[in-house]
């Protein structure tokens, strides 16, 4: 593991990363999903994807690598550009699970590779819609502290900037961005994902142009079972 400070809006950020397979040429910046760490992405893929430099990276707040500000989707994106250029890296090709697949999708590499990536705005269940109500209501009241029992459990141990952060960028519709990529996409979705949905995954598939669409029986974290024939897709298709 290794620490690389990143000034950036007149802040210091401290990014833990790690590299795999030093002395190779061709890079592949791995980024990991919300309340995740790259840990995970190491674990599955370290073993695979052989002709590439594999860089892992904790993304702010994640990880070893603290934060204490609120943060953006173009926050995220403008530190790792910083990030990648400070350690020498290329941003040809690129893989972000979930929300790591929206700041990949916003560096625009020359290859794209999604796994069950955010940023297709999903009807929300009337529970969840339900919650959101209540919430409003009791700020209005002026009794803030008492939304916290509304919020989901996925942010129970999160801080108050980190808290604040997913609030910036949960509901985000990266529709145009997805349209708008012109580099080529490998999207890979888990056929049970109930975190970001199949259809999800198809609609992006639909958008970006020159893109190539495989799913797997799994949830959001498929490429557990299924990393080396991802990796071995990605490779035959990355000459």
Known sequence: ????????????????YEIINQSLKKD???????GSNKDIMNKNFKNHLKSFRHIYI????????????????????NIM??????????????????????????????????????????EKSAKVKTKIKMAKFF???????ITKIFRS??????????????KNVLNEDFTEEFKNFSGKAYIFWGESDTATSLESGKKIASL??????????????FFVENAKD??????????
């Open 139 to 145: 700020k209005a009241l002026g009794l803030g502290g």
């Open 28 to 34: 592949i910046i791995i980024l990991h999903g919300w």
């Open 1 to 16: 593991m290794a620490l690389k400070t990143i000034q950036y809006d007149n802040k210091s950020f401290d990014i833990s």
């Open 58 to 77: 904790d993304l702010p707040g994640f990880g070893k690598s603290p934060t204490e500000y609120v943060l953006t989707t173009n926050d995220y994106t």
């Open 153 to 166: 459990k996925d942010v129970d141990n999160m801080s108050q900037n980190m808290y604040e952060t997913f």
């Open 208 to 221: 970006i142009k020159n893109s190539q669409f495989k799913s797997y029986e799994g949830t959001h974290f």
């Open 81 to 122: 550009e910083l990030f990648l250029s400070a350690i020498s890296a290329s941003k040809d090709t690129i893989m972000g699970h979930s929300y790591g697949g929206k700041i990949a999708t916003k560096l625009n590499p020359k290859n794209l590779i999604l796994l069950s990536s955010a940023g297709i705005v999903e």
């Open 230 to 239: 991802i990796s071995e897709t990605i490779e035959n298709g990355i000459l």
